[in-house]
Nanobody, 115 residues
Framework: QVQLVESGGGLVQPGGSLRLSCAASGSMFSIYTMGWYRQGTSKQRDLVARITSGGSTNYADSVKGRFTISRDNAKNMVYLQMNSLKPEDTGVYYC?????????WGQGTQVTVSS
């Protein structure tokens, strides 16, 4: 069992930056693939960024070059650094932990990009 708690969301102006954090409890954090997903007005959760246990990353095309995902296995933490934010980045951001058939979600943190 893995529990995930996100933090760091908020209101930011276009062009600004935010750093999201996800704290994971439970054992064997380092072997999970960790991801950040965004749920906008469509109510669908779309992948924003993902990092494997080996440190490989992939990003949605819309955030490449602006967002960076990272993890600290010693602290059971995963981060999403978001720069050059745009209004279309607005949504609830969810942390996800995945390992084979295991799939865990956090409660989400709201990010609003608006002037």
């Amino acid at each position: 069992q893995v529990q995930l708690v996100e933090s760091g969301g908020g209101l930011v102006q276009p062009g600004g930056s935010l750093r999201l954090s996800c704290a994971a409890s439970g054992s064997m954090f380092s072997i999970y693939t960790m991801g950040w997903y965004r749920q906008g007005t469509s109510k669908q959760r779309d992948l924003v960024a993902r990092i494997t246990s080996g440190g490989s990353t992939n990003y949605a095309d819309s955030v490449k070059g602006r967002f960076t995902i990272s993890r600290d296995n010693a602290k059971n933490m995963v981060y999403l650094q978001m720069n050059s934010l745009k209004p279309e980045d607005t949504g609830v951001y969810y942390c996800n932990a995945r390992l084979e058939y295991l799939n865990y979600w956090g409660q989400g943190t709201q990010v609003t990009v608006s002037s």
